[in-house]
């Protein structure tokens, strides 16, 4: 079975510093992988996502993610964060042509400073 | 604006209360999923439709909850019986069809009193 795991509850970043988050999955085979965005109060976002192909997937928001077979990790990353971008990040595994059943990890809630 | 929404926002009931949500994707949307987010976890998966058809439903579904999709376009989710376990965010999503992005709505918080 799939699993995400986010060993970062909590991240504290100047605005204007870069960004990493960072993300590994447990799964036997090449998986879908996802970052979606989530404001308080409010539903997911989807960033990016990877299916197959570039190892390097451009979202929205000026968002990138790499996928590292030999690492197992998806992670974020933004060359400039936004006082915007505070939020929480969720990345997401889904079994290859099974992205109906989207498995979650526990989030990284990221913090701004001025 | 994802085109999903979802009604109540908030829904305050005492235990043992019967509750049912509502979601409304777009036309488009295929594909219905719903999830159960508790505080400091990410959302889990509960089930979803294909058109109006259940075609999987987690473990988390117990019998105390029912879903629907029967024309599909809209969903409810009822919860029977309310226990203070079922207080979470219920978030729904749509998509287009497979490998298609899900797009969710801003939830409906159940709190149990």
């Known amino acids: 079975a799939q699993s995400v795991t986010q060993p970062d509850i909590h991240i504290t970043v100047s605005e204007g510093a870069s960004l990493e988050l960072r993300c590994n999955y447990s799964?036997?085979?090449?998986?879908?992988l996802f970052w979606y965005v989530q404001s308080p109060g409010q539903g997911l976002q989807l960033l990016l996502k990877y299916f197959s192909g570039d190892t390097l997937v451009q979202g929205i928001k000026g968002f990138e993610a790499e996928f590292k077979r030999s690492q197992s990790s998806f992670n974020l990353r933004k060359p400039s964060v936004h006082w915007s971008d505070a939020a929480e990040y969720f990345c997401?595994?889904?079994?290859?042509?099974?992205?109906?059943?989207?498995?979650f990890g526990k989030g990284t809630r990221l913090h701004i400073l001025p | 604006d994802t085109g999903v929404s979802q009604d109540p926002r908030h829904k305050i009931t005492k235990r043992g209360q019967n509750v049912t949500f509502r979601c409304d994707p777009i036309s488009e949307h295929n594909r219905l999923y719903w999830y159960r987010q508790t505080l400091g976890q990410g959302p889990e998966f509960l089930t979803y439709?294909?058109?109006?058809?259940?075609?999987?439903k987690s473990r988390l579904l117990s019998d105390r909850f029912s879903a629907e999709r029967p024309k599909g376009s809209f969903s409810t989710l009822e919860i029977q019986r309310t226990e203070q376990g079922d207080s979470a965010m219920y978030l729904c999503a749509g998509s287009r069809g497979p490998n298609q992005p899900q797009h969710f709505g801003d939830g409906t918080r159940l709190s149990i009193l």
């Open positions: 439709f294909q058109n109006e058809a259940q075609l999987e």
């Open positions: 997401a595994v889904a079994a290859m042509n099974r992205d109906d059943k989207i498995i």
């Open positions: 799964y036997g085979a090449t998986p879908y």
